[in-house]
């Protein structure tokens, strides 16, 4: 079987296609799994250390009317691209991940009538989903309320897939990757991919008074790849606890020993939240397209799983009181843990592959009842 996966733009999109391509591999393992994405270097690499194919896809984003000309320019020699490829690699699906790395391929998929599932992670769909939800064959999404956002196409919850060991893992022993301890109250901050300076300058002047408030806190600080250096002096001259880097690859080892979490609220990070049932803070990137983080925040937040900070009302002061409330109301923190537990959707991967292998067999089916019929 081959499979073709096209998205791009942001790390998430990526993300749910590799938890994705694992499933596949490990019920195929001959399966031929390639990526298309953008230009962007880090999807080249992060794909590639995963041990799939990579193909970059010439993509840009209409950002203003002023760029349209570029825009479609670009874009027809990215459909002519991916059409090249897609004849080449004759696959039996493509799968668009969201964000505008997924739409060119997807076009050149619908004009060579390869079948297409789009897989949507937000509460709020992407535009270019919601746009090409019209010539799919399956649009699969993890929330329900996001059905309703579509007007085309035939949507199904599946939940997000996330890496298997996010799941999976589980630290013995009295020490851990971070050399942390087990018993000690702990935070961990992290702002995602390219991390969020607003949340890392806040927090450094937060944990001083927490610490105070909060006895024997340790923090696991992942400040994304701008001012790591900064933070590790800023916690050293600090004497607090503390493990710091720019990014962690098992992030399920970190969610595992911490109490509180604060976060943006992308997709991916909101399915391993509530995979692992954690409690969080979220502050939602103020920029995203449609407010989508807000939204993805809310549905934790109104349902006792989650507390929303926008980041117009990020300060310090707020932040020590939410935080040191939190970490030293335990009932409080094991509620919160419940309610997040009871809005994962186990097995997401699995129902994924199911309906991708269910489009595929029902592509295969139509395909001989109009051939029959045309011979007759």
Known sequence: MNVVFAGGGTGGHLMAGLSIAQEISSRLPGAQIIFFGTNKKTEAGYIGKSGYEFKQITACKLTSFIRLPLFFFVSLIGIIHSLVNLLRIRPDI?????????????????????????????????????????????????????????????????????????????MQGEDNPFGLGFQKKTLLIMGGSQGAQAINKVMLQSIPRLQELVPGLQVIHLTGKYGCQETKEAYNGMGISSFVS???????????????????????????????????????????????????????????????????????????????????????????????????????????????????????????????????
């Not at 997807?106 to 599932?117: E, L, N, R, W």
């Not at 949507?120 to 064959?137: C, S, Y």
Request: hydrophobic share 45%; aromatic share 8%.
């Open 94 to 170: 493509i799968i668009g991940l969201g964000g505008y790395g997924s739409v060119l391929p997807v076009v050149a998929a619908y004009i060579t009538g390869v079948p297409i599932v789009l897989i949507e992670q937000n509460v709020i769909p992407g535009r270019a989903n919601i746009k090409m939800a019209r010539w799919a064959d399956a649009v699969l999404c993890h929330w329900e309320s996001s059905k309703k956002r579509f007007k085309r196409g035939r949507v199904i919850v599946t939940g997000v897939p996330i890496r298997n060991d996010i799941i999976e893992h589980k």
């Open 246 to 376: 720019e990014f962690y690859n098992d992030i399920g080892a970190a969610y595992r020993l911490s109490d509180l979490v604060i976060s943006r609220s992308g997709a991916n990070t909101i399915a391993e939240i509530t995979a692992v049932g954690v409690p969080v803070i979220l502050i939602p990137y103020p920029y995203a397209t449609d407010n989508h983080q807000y939204w993805n925040a809310y549905e934790l937040s109104s349902a006792g799983g989650a507390i929303i900070i926008k980041q117009e009302e990020l300060t310090s002061e707020r932040v020590i009181k939410l935080v040191s409330d939190l970490l030293i109301n335990d009932e409080k923190l094991n509620n919160m843990k419940k309610i997040n537990k009871g809005l994962r959707k186990l097995f997401a991967a699995e129902r994924v592959v199911d309906q991708i292998y269910h489009v595929i067999e029902e592509k295969k089916a139509k395909k001989k009842l109009f051939s029959f019929v045309h011979h007759v």
